[in-house]
């Protein structure tokens, strides 16, 4: 018979459901079997018979049937039938503890109700003082190696010193022994050594499954104080006591073991974060570089041909303006025209070319010279400096940004223009990567013109089309020189604002308030790591419902001025210490703006993420074990979730032990 049954096991409440959620995250069907082939559970249509073994303490007691993955869900059977054999057997250890104990239950029911060391010694010697007439008595416990007793309660004067040599004197002897004596003449036993005062004694080894963890000892200053019965009734009071104390001492190694593993906990899931949003920051910078590089590309191709347009332009015009100064000077010297030429200068409308003309080169002219300008924002923004810091005109990366976002300004029939209103401060040059500053702009400002976008705020009805009645929407930029040691940027819009606790989760990677589709919510993350991480900077955020949203950004001139709150510690040191600020510590400061933490992940809400990706995979792509590689790659470039993220977080989620997993 099996020393623990499978089928109770697999009766337990939500395991059921455990595994049929499991068998759809590894996408493979499982058949549990007991040790005999007796089909217990079977989920999805199997198509493997590959068999993983569920064993404990070394015997195999079911089976697991199914593809590679399931290996994982024979591995968690298996730990779950361990521990209902350590269950059992710590049953059957305290059945047979409380049975030996039914002497004393009230001290018992006293012992166990304790779990410090030094208050369950000190009750033992006083219920034994009670018991048996003692002019001494006392509790040592052995010391890690062994090579000490210390006394952890006593009454009256037993030893002259708080620790004693456990391999020395009477007492040291029996301890170590590992039996119990009466010596009713201790002044006469060649073993004395520490025992002075008393006359007569009783110690018996503190003993728990045949481990010595110290031992009690009672005196009197009577030779021959003591009988048999005294030696019975203390090693009686010495099993209860060992039990109760090996319980304490296991009491207070499980809360050192729980607080390291808490620790350790802390610092896995720390890795966990850093991993994830160093994934996460891959994935964004992946694109913005693919990004940057196009925009390069398609500036650089358009810069030659704009170039000789802008430079054959201005000749071009002064061409037409001497060929139409000859026209009019020789309709001076003949002011009548042939018959002929009269017919076709009617046809050609004369006066109107001479009229229009010059207005049609003017138009060209504005037209090249705003190509030129929407060339020069591309090559600002696209900047190929990341991998170094550059002095660059942080205005310019602003102008380029908005250059980027202008068409997305304008009025349209749903809302009027989106105003911008600058004030810039007069800025020194700034050490920083600009390429991913123009990023962190990107984002601030797309979310600013989504949130005017889509809840405008309006003076009369909230539906009606009347872009006179709109408020006009507006986004103010201002910057300033604070000290000529930081640049700070602040952007605000007049918006529908958002609630604190939407505020104190917008750097958290993959959370939006935008509908399916329309975002990814990495660009607040992202800007979080960008401006703290990178720019030892400060990213805060003010915001209330119907007032609008303002961030504020503030980077040092040069880079090694230090961060403004975490001074001079390192960047890691500083995420690890905003990154253990519970939510409820976010406060604001004296202008109403909440500064940015380091994201914190959400394993579930990622899983569920990625799980959604999975669907729609599936939804454009029913036949999916035939999509090609590419397909799949294509897919995963449209969403920003790596599917070794996916696999590695369905492994630490399934597995006790993650391990990597292969496609």
Known sequence: MSIV????????????????????QINSAIEIELIDGTQLISIGEQTSK???????????????????QTNTVATLLSLLAKQEVEKKELAKELLERYQE?????????????????????????????????????????????????????????????????????IIGSIVQSGRAELVNDVQADPRLWGEKNVDALICVPLQAKERILGAIAIGS????????????????????????????????????????????????????????LAQTQLIQSEKMSSLGQLIAGVAHEINNPVNFICGNLRCVSEYAQDLLHL??????????????????????????IIEDLPKLLDSMKLGSDRIVEIVKSLKNFSRHDEAQMTAVNIHDGIDGTLMILRH???????????????????LPLIECYPGQLNQVFMNILANAIDALEESL???????????????????????????????????????????????????????????????????????????????????????????????????????????????????????????????????????????????????????????????RLSQQNPDIDTTSPNEIYQMFQRHPILLKLYTTLLSWFCCPNPTQIHH
């Open 50 to 68: 590959n068999r993983y073994p569920i064993e404990v303490s070394g015997e195999k007691i079911g089976w697991v049937v199914g593809e590679e």
């Open 457 to 615: 705020v309006l003076k009369e009805s909230p539906l009606t089309n009347d872009i006179e009645k709109m408020t006009c929407p507006t986004i103010t930029i201002r910057t300033q020189n604070l000290d000529n040691q930081w640049v700070i940027i602040r952007i605000a819009d007049n918006g529908p604002g958002m609630p604190e606790e939407i505020v104190q989760r917008i750097y958290d990677p993959f959370f939006t308030t935008k509908e399916i589709g329309k975002g990814t919510g990495l660009g607040m993350a992202i800007s979080h790591q960008i401006i703290v991480d990178r720019h030892r900077g400060l990213l805060k955020c003010r915001s209330q419902p119907g007032q609008g949203t303002e961030f504020w950004i503030q980077i040092p001139v040069n880079f090694a001025v230090e961060n403004p709150e975490v001074g001079e510690d390192s960047q890691s040191s500083a995420a690890a210490a905003i990154a253990s600020i519970p939510p409820s510590a976010y406060t604001s400061d004296a202008e109403g703006f909440i500064s940015s933490t380091t994201p914190i992940f959400n394993p579930t809400e990622l899983l569920i993420r990625h799980s959604q990706l999975i669907r």
């Open 101 to 169: 104990i039914d002497l004393f239950q009230d001290i018992s029911t006293q012992l166990t109700t304790s779990l410090d060391t030094r208050q369950i010694a000190q009750l033992v010697l006083q219920e034994m003082s009670q018991l048996i007439e003692s002019s001494a008595g006392v509790l040592m416990l052995l010391s890690p190696d062994a090579t000490t007793l210390e006394i952890i309660a006593d009454f009256g004067k037993f030893f002259d010193h708080s620790q004693i040599a456990s391999a020395k004197g």
């Open 408 to 426: 997305r300004l304008k009025a349209t029939t749903n809302h009027p223009e989106i105003a911008i209103i600058k004030d810039y401060a007069k």
């Open 327 to 352: 026209l009019l000077e020789y309709q001076k010297c003949f002011p009548v025209a042939p018959p002929e030429l009269e017919s076709e200068l009617d046809n050609i409308d004369l006066e109107f």
């Open 221 to 276: 200053n009577k030779i021959d104080a003591y009988k048999a019965e005294h030696l019975k009734l203390v090693s009686i009071f010495a099993s209860q006591t060992a039990v109760a104390i090996e319980k304490a001492v296991l009491y207070e190694q499980s809360i050192q073991a729980t607080a390291q593993a808490k620790a350790q906990t802390e610092r896995l899931q720390q890795a966990l974060q850093d991993l994830q």
């Open 5 to 24: 049954s499978l089928r109770k096991i697999l009766s337990k409440k939500d395991l059921s459901s455990l595994l049929q959620n499991l068998a759809s």
